[in-house]
């Protein structure tokens, strides 16, 4: 039965990428990454490495390929130039991986509970043909109170809000017990309390040493709560502190005559991206 092989395949793939990690190699590095999709180039010769338990924004405009970037690291997509290494390894099926896409991108409609959707986290872990344990659901249970989704868990995923969405994918990557989680534009269209619980959330996951790349389009909450910040226009313009990297020169390099740079007292204030991936803004 071709569909059972296929299965099988994939579970021996997972396990074959459990291995120990070495704890002071970065957990992340991209060497001269470049996609070209059939329409063009999306992503060119970007370089960069993570450490451990660092935060990284990726910001750019619609069109940067700042989706193009976290689908290449989460495995979705392969390179046509450069390779990305994971504790030394591709990415392809890494149990260490969570990758929570565009909430616009998920079909609502399944008819599944929010307690499912996190038990699927495990399956890396479980294999595809073990059952769940009482440990498997222990850990379902504490990262739906992690995420303060507890009193929703036998609930249709259709019937949450926004933020509550956003909350249930990041429990499932718990569950994962990933390592490196990747998030794109998490916070578009929540509103400011969903998007602190969300930051309450990475505040917990840093101090468990977990390492987090997240894509936005608002440069300040880049800037205010991130280790580092990367601007992207399919070249990498910089990475590093928001500082040095969100600077005019490389602000109007990204956004060309789309960005209104207002000095402040705080420094200079970029205005004018108000694109969104899922046009909820
Ligand atoms: P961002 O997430 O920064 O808005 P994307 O990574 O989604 O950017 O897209 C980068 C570029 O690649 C865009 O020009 C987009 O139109 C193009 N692109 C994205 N996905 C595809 C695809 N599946 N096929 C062809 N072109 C694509
Ligand atoms: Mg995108």
Redesign the pocket.
């Known amino acids: 039965m071709v569909l059972y092989e296929e299965l099988q395949k994939t579970t021996q793939h997972l396990s074959r990428q459990r291995h120990p990690h070495q704890a002071d190699a970065p957990i992340l590095r991209a060497e001269n990454l470049g996609l070209r999709?059939?329409?063009?180039i999306?992503?060119e010769d970007v370089t960069f490495a993570l450490k451990i338990g660092e935060r990284l924004a990726v910001v750019?405009?619609?069109?940067?390929?700042?989706?193009?970037?976290l689908k290449i690291i989460a495995g979705v997509l392969t390179p046509t130039e450069g390779q990305v290494h994971i504790y030394g390894n591709v990415p392809g099926g890494h149990i260490c991986i969570a990758y929570v896409s565009q909430r616009s991108l998920v079909d609502w409609s399944f008819p599944v509970t929010v307690a499912d959707v996190i038990m699927m986290g495990r399956v890396g872990q479980l294999g595809l043909f073990r059952n769940p344990k009482a440990s498997d659901w222990d850990i379902v249970d504490q990262s739906l109170e992690i995420v303060g989704l507890t009193h929703l868990a036998k609930r249709q995923i259709s019937q949450l809000s926004g933020g509550q969405q956003q909350r249930m994918f990041i429990a499932r990557a718990l569950a994962q017990e990933a390592e490196l989680m990747l998030m794109?534009e998490p916070l578009s269209g929540l509103d400011v309390k969903s998007q602190e619980e969300v930051f309450r959330i990475l505040d917990d996951l840093r101090e468990d040493g977990v390492t987090v790349i997240v894509?936005l389009h608002d440069l300040k909450t880049a800037a205010q709560r991130f280790d580092q910040v990367m601007l992207?226009n399919q070249r990498m313009l910089g990475i590093g502190t928001s500082e040095g990297v969100l600077n005019p020169e490389n602000l109007l390099a990204a956004y060309g005559g789309h960005l209104h740079l207002v000095p402040t007292e705080e420094g200079t204030l970029a205005l004018g991206d108000t694109c969104c991936?899922d046009g909820q803004e």
């Not at 999709?37 to 063009?40: D, L, Q």
């Not at 750019?60 to 970037?69: E, I, Q, V, W, Y």
């Open positions: 999709y059939e329409s063009g999306a992503l750019g405009p619609n069109g940067a390929g700042k989706s193009t970037l794109d894509s992207l991936g």
